[in-house]
T-cell receptor
Framework: SAVISQKPSRDICQRGTSLTIQCQVD?????MFWYRQQPGQSLTLIAT?????????ESGFVIDKFPISRPNLTFSTLTVSNLSPEDSSIYLC????????????FGPGTRLTVT | DQQVKQNSPSLSVQEGRISILNCDYT??????FLWYKKYPAEGPTFLIS?????DKNEDGRFTVFLNKSAKHLSLHIVPSQPGDSAVYFC???????????FGQGTTLQVKP
């Protein structure tokens, strides 16, 4: 399994601002993912971050709101833009094993509170 | 449309006894199922998986059972320990996209 770190671990942001979350992996990985866990809810996939190409977004998530960068095989960022209180969640990055059973390994998460 | 469901939000068991966590799914195209454990302020940790072509997979104290006809899987923890107290998520995947769809989670409390 990979060692995954995220920065920041938590933040409190004002409405209308943006927060960029960094995800660093200790080894090169092909598949990286970004998830959101709203309070009391399950993990919802935001997008798949592909190195060298545009991220692939899930239904209900758009690039303007959640721009993602993947400059290399060990790093990715997720920006949550134009923040509203509804964006208060835990944001998690994960890396996927590239062979069966394709399990994913998660970072510790970033807890975002929007005031 | 919730494709993966965990209908029990919480479960409490006595230390040493068996914990059984349940999960139902609707999409027959899922080919792998996984269980994750999550402690507060940490990311989910992969526990165990099972292929859709099998009906049981065992790893130490953890066993996952799959009933494809009922679209149901369960995680058995025997014997349960207080350190097992956490939120457990089941997840499912299909194809080689690597994407996972998670259930809502079940909070397990193991009492000493």
């Amino acid at each position: 399994s990979a060692v995954i770190s995220q920065k920041p671990s938590r933040d409190i942001c004002q409405r209308g601002t943006s927060l960029t979350i960094q995800c660093q992996v200790d080894s090169q990985v092909t598949m990286m993912f970004w998830y959101r866990q709203q309070p009391g809810q399950s993990l919802t996939l935001i997008a798949t971050a592909n190195q060298g190409s545009e991220a692939t977004y899930e239904s209900g998530f758009v690039i303007d709101k959640f721009p993602i960068s993947r400059p290399n095989l060990t790093f990715s960022t997720l920006t949550v833009s134009n923040l509203s209180p509804e964006d208060s969640s835990i944001y998690l990055c994960s890396v996927g094993r590239d062979r069966l059973p394709y399990e994913q390994y998660f970072g510790p998460g970033t807890r975002l509170t929007v005031t | 449309d919730q494709q993966v469901k965990q209908n029990s939000p919480s479960l409490s068991v006595q230390e040493g006894r068996i914990s059984i966590l349940n999960c139902d799914y609707t999409n027959s195209m899922f080919d792998y199922f996984l269980w994750y454990k999550k402690y507060p302020a940490e990311g989910p940790t992969f526990l165990i998986s099972i292929s859709s072509i099998k009906d049981k997979n065992e790893d130490g104290r953890f066993t996952v059972f799959l009933n494809k006809s009922a679209k149901h899987l369960s995680l058995h923890i025997v014997p349960s320990q207080p350190g097992d107290s956490a939120v457990y998520f089941c997840a499912a995947s299909s194809g080689n996209t690597g994407k996972l769809i998670f259930g809502q989670g079940t909070t397990l409390q193991v009492k000493p």
